[in-house]
């Protein structure tokens, strides 16, 4: 069993910047770890993702086009935390956030496919303003 609780999420102008974390706790293991969000009215959407390994943490980041050169995925081993750092935020990015993870590996081949994944933290909001 994974655990994950997501903090870091607010409300900032847009061109601001936020940092998310999620801290897994549990049992570790080799897999893929990552950030979703759902506005109202949408489907849930990946944002960041990336392949982790039991041994030596972070591995392949993979970004949905709507966030590449404005986010940063990035995982501390030691803590077991993936971070989201968000910059040059806009309105559109406006969501609940939440972290996922799933071990081993991939169902569909998939990693920015929200069906690859297990386990699911309960999501931190975070509300850009123009």
């Known amino acids: 069993q994974v655990q994950l609780v997501e903090s870091g999420g607010g409300s900032v102008q847009a061109g601001g910047s936020l940092r998310l974390s999620c801290e897994a706790s549990g049992n570790r293991y080799s897999g893929y770890m990552g950030w979703f969000r759902q506005a109202p009215g949408k489907e849930r959407e990946a944002v960041a993702v990336?392949?982790?390994?039991?041994?030596?943490?972070?591995?392949?980041?993979y970004y949905a086009e709507s966030v590449k050169g404005r986010f940063t995925i990035s995982h501390d081993h030691a803590k077991n935390t993936l971070y989201l750092q968000m910059n040059s935020l806009k309105p559109a990015d406006t969501a609940m956030y939440y972290c996922a993870f799933r071990d081993g590996g991939l169902r569909y081949g998939d990693p920015l496919r929200s069906d690859e994944y297990k386990y699911w933290g309960q999501g931190t909001q975070v509300t850009i303003s123009s």
């Open positions: 990336m392949s982790i390994s039991f041994y030596t943490g972070g591995r392949m980041s």
